[in-house]
């Protein structure tokens, strides 16, 4: 059975998508720990990431680190954070989003209840960062 993450990929659910490429996407999480927050997912339903191939792996380090740029330039945050966690969908992403502090990088802080206009100018803010760092993808 498919995953949410491949319902989104496939379009069957809505996505607000910052990267398309053959292996991976990016999208915003609709429950933000902080705006900007985005996930780096292989199209391939891996569940966990240690059983990603190395070559997925490291060109879904990359993206990471691109949106992770992004991210930077259009948020100004102290750092960005990553993680691999796990556990809300088996299908392997990547958390990548904005930090000031650890406290930021909290699951307790995820707010659903953010507006679907904050979601689209947080996308519009990424993809203009992607561009102007000379980050091409699909989107």
Partial sequence: ??????KI?????DGR???TDDHCVAFLT?????????LVVPREEVDHWIDADPQ????????ARKIGVALHKAFEPTRVGT??????????HIHVLPIDT?????????????????????????????RAAGFESGV
């Fill in 102 to 130: 650890m406290a930021d990088m909290d699951f307790a802080n995820a707010d659903a209840s953010i507006l679907a206009e904050q979601l689209d100018e947080d996308a519009d803010r990424i993809t203009t960062a992607l």
């Fill in 56 to 63: 997925l792996w490291a060109h879904l380090s990359e993206v």
């Fill in 9 to 13: 990929i496939s379009g069957e659910l």
């Fill in 30 to 38: 609709i429950a933000p720990i902080r705006r900007g927050h985005v």
């Fill in 1 to 6: 059975m498919p995953s949410l993450f491949s």
């Fill in 17 to 19: 998508f910052v990267w």
């Fill in 83 to 92: 993680m691999v966690a796990g556990f809300e969908i088996p299908h392997l």
